[in-house]
């Protein structure tokens, strides 16, 4: 069965319950930047869910652990970009993601104020990695440059990216959106799922999943068709991720698509758009150092912003 085209998606599948206000925090956040003229980036990340039931015992997920997102947002606001982060619950988020919880009590020790009072204090060992991060974090604190919003079902994503979308279109050229979630290609309509948790005892499940629309058409036609769009394809079997990347840009017609595969994704990107494949690789060396690909991906596309912006319209 073909997918439903984009308005119907919309039609069938209801707004998540806070979607006005993430509208109003939104077109704030965008008309604030705006006024500032500072470019502003949309950064997904994080994979969406599908749930089987309304009463959501099961659903089926996409793999993503927000790595790419949560990095490059560092990255962006590093290059005086305003960021809105609509990343996927409790996946990484920018700064906290260099503390995982389970290390979390390493960094600190129990030590004794000037009076003799337990206090907590950071092991000094961890100074040298905490500091830098809480440096820019409470720099991007005070500048207030970054939005943080979530989604968990692919519903929400949805819902979020139209409107994400659509407080951009005033920026024109100045934004740029870095789709880098994992969106899940199938879905069960709104309609056909169970109400409660669905039971072994009814036997096997037979499970029909829908095609999902590809957004990126109305987001590129409609929605913000001034800004910088890239995209990403992520693909297991090498042999196919440049075609497909192709097909993205032909398709769709926005500026650029990062091709990456699972296995190699933190070593190897390539950049695809009309004119030409920029790939970006990570030496040994690079990877020993800590070095994170995102860092040159953000400063390979922020100059090819700057660029498009210099470009008469
Ligand atoms: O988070 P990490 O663990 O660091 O991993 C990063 C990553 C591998 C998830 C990331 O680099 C990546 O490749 N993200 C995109 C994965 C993906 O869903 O690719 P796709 O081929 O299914 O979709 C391609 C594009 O179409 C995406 O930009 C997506 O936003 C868009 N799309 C997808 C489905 C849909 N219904 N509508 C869409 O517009």
Same mark, same amino acid.
């Given at each position: 069965?073909?997918?439903?085209?984009? #308005?119907?998606?919309?039609?069938?599948?209801? #707004?998540?319950?806070?979607?006005?206000?993430?509208?109003?925090?939104?077109?704030?956040?965008?008309?604030?930047?705006?006024?500032?003229?500072?470019?502003?980036?949309?950064?997904?990340?994080?994979?969406?869910?599908?749930?089987?039931?309304?009463?959501?015992?099961?659903?089926?997920?996409?793999?993503?652990?927000?790595?790419?997102?949560?990095?490059?947002?560092?990255?962006?606001?590093?290059?005086?970009?305003?960021?809105?982060?609509?990343?996927?619950?409790?996946?990484?988020?920018?700064?906290?993601?260099?503390?995982?919880?389970?290390?979390?009590?390493?960094?600190?020790?129990?030590?004794?104020?000037?009076?003799?009072?337990?206090?907590?204090?950071?092991?000094?060992?961890?100074?040298?990695?905490?500091?830098?991060?809480?440096?820019?974090?409470?720099?991007?604190?005070?500048?207030?440059?970054?939005?943080?919003?979530?989604?968990?079902?692919?519903?929400?994503?949805?819902?979020?990216?139209?409107?994400?979308?659509?407080?951009?279109?005033?920026?024109?050229?100045?934004?740029?959106?870095?789709?880098?979630?994992?969106?899940?290609?199938?879905?069960?309509?709104?309609?056909?799922?169970?109400?409660?948790?669905?039971?072994?005892?009814?036997?096997?499940?037979?499970?029909?999943?829908?095609?999902?629309?590809?957004?990126?058409?109305?987001?590129?036609?409609?929605?913000?068709?001034?800004?910088?769009?890239?995209?990403?394809?992520?693909?297991?079997?090498?042999?196919?991720?440049?075609?497909?990347?192709?097909?993205?840009?032909?398709?769709?017609?926005?500026?650029?698509?990062?091709?990456?595969?699972?296995?190699?994704?933190?070593?190897?990107?390539?950049?695809?758009?009309?004119?030409?494949?920029?790939?970006?690789?990570?030496? #040994?060396?690079?990877?020993?150092?800590?070095?994170?690909?995102?860092?040159?991906?953000?400063?390979?596309?922020?100059?090819?912003?700057?660029?498009?912006?210099? #470009?008469?319209?």
């Amino acid at each position: 069965m073909a997918a439903l085209c984009w #308005e119907e998606f919309y039609r069938e599948n209801p #707004e998540p319950k806070h979607i006005s206000f993430v509208k109003s925090q939104i077109t704030e956040f965008c008309e604030k930047y705006r006024r500032e003229q500072i470019p502003v980036v949309l950064v997904t990340s994080g994979g969406t869910t599908v749930p089987l039931e309304h009463n959501t015992v099961r659903y089926i997920d996409n793999f993503s652990a927000g790595t790419r997102g949560a990095a490059s947002t560092e990255y962006f606001l590093t290059h005086g970009y305003a960021v809105i982060f609509l990343h996927r619950s409790k996946s990484l988020e920018p700064f906290t993601r260099h503390f995982p919880s389970s290390s979390l009590l390493e960094v600190l020790h129990i030590a004794h104020d000037h009076h003799g009072k337990d206090c907590i204090a950071v092991a000094s060992d961890k100074v040298k990695d905490l500091l830098p991060v809480l440096q820019a974090y409470q720099t991007t604190r005070s500048s207030g440059k970054l939005l943080i919003l979530s989604f968990t079902t692919l519903s929400e994503y949805l819902h979020m990216l139209r409107v994400a979308a659509e407080a951009l279109q005033p920026l024109g050229r100045k934004a740029l959106l870095y789709l880098a979630a994992a969106v899940s290609d199938f879905y069960v309509p709104h309609e056909n799922m169970a109400v409660h948790k669905i039971h072994s005892s009814e036997g096997p499940l037979n499970l029909q999943l829908q095609l999902v629309p590809k957004l990126l058409q109305p987001l590129v036609r409609f929605w913000v068709p001034d800004a910088f769009v890239t995209s990403f394809k992520l693909e297991t079997d090498e042999g196919i991720l440049l075609e497909k990347a192709y097909q993205a840009l032909q398709k769709y017609g926005h500026k650029l698509v990062i091709a990456n595969q699972l296995h190699n994704r933190k070593q190897k990107v390539v950049l695809v758009s009309q004119e030409k494949q920029v790939p970006i690789v990570m030496t #040994e060396e690079e990877m020993r150092q800590g070095k994170e690909i995102e860092e040159k991906i953000v400063l390979e596309l922020t100059s090819l912003h700057t660029k498009f912006l210099h #470009e008469i319209a």
